[in-house]
């Protein structure tokens, strides 16, 4: 099982945020007012749901809907969460 932890300043003790059962939790981003964390979790299917983690109330809120491999990041301009969303856009071509 795998954990994502960090480090409170405060306490100088490690709080955990969360765990996973089907693999790494990734791309771990701090918000600018480093009150948020958002990460990457895997679930069973293999992709991955995106996260939200508070600081404050120490609550886990999922932001994306997991069926793709979504990936995110904070913006340290905004504050804005942009998030990923692989897919493949397929066109078709009229016969000539």
Avoid: C
């Avoid at 679930?43 to 997991?66: A, C, E, P």
């Avoid at 301009?77 to 856009?89: D, E, L, Q, V």
């Amino acid at each position: 099982m795998l954990q994502l932890w960090y480090v409170s300043l405060d306490d100088k003790k490690p709080v955990l945020v969360d765990k996973s059962e089907y693999g790494t939790l990734s791309d771990g981003s701090w918000s600018p007012d480093s009150l948020w964390i958002t990460y990457s979790k895997p679930h069973r299917r293999g992709s991955s749901d995106v996260f939200l983690y508070s600081l404050g109330t120490k609550k886990i809120t999922m932001v994306s809907s997991g069926f793709y491999s979504d990936n995110n990041l904070f913006s340290t301009a905004t504050g804005s969460i942009f998030i990923s969303f692989p897919r493949a856009i397929l066109s078709q071509r009229r016969p000539a």
